[in-house]
């Protein structure tokens, strides 16, 4: 069973930053794609950002120019800087591996922008 831990949540004032990280309990090569997906209060759950193994990367249209995802495959991470954040960005933010027969999630990590 993989593991997938996030880390880097909290509390954090509007146009402030925060960096989350995702580590893996294997090499992140082994996956088709990772990635982060976050879920609001009263909302569905949805893409913020992915990288697939081969590099290449999507956002998530409500993030374009603000979030920056990035992986460290000495260090099986798949970490997520967010600029510029807003009141709206407040959610819970999920940690996402997938291979042609699994998904696997994270625990959700708490990200609340607020002054």
């Known amino acids: 069973q993989e593991q997938l831990v996030e880390s880097g949540g909290g509390l954090v004032q509007p146009g402030g930053s925060l960096r989350l990280s995702c580590v893996a309990s294997r090499s992140i090569i082994s996956f088709n794609w990772m990635g982060w997906y976050r879920q609001a209060p009263g909302k569905e759950r949805e893409l913020v950002a992915g990288?697939?193994?081969?590099?290449?990367?999507s956002y998530g249209d409500s993030v374009k120019g603000q979030f920056t995802i990035s992986r460290n495959k000495s260090k099986n991470t798949v970490d997520l800087q967010m600029n510029t954040l807003k009141p709206e960005d407040t959610a819970v933010y999920y940690c996402?591996?997938?291979?042609?027969?699994?998904?696997?999630w994270g625990q959700g990590t708490q990200v609340t922008v607020s002054s």
């Open positions: 996402n591996a997938r291979q042609p027969t699994m998904t696997y």
């Open positions: 990288i697939r193994r081969d590099g290449s990367i």
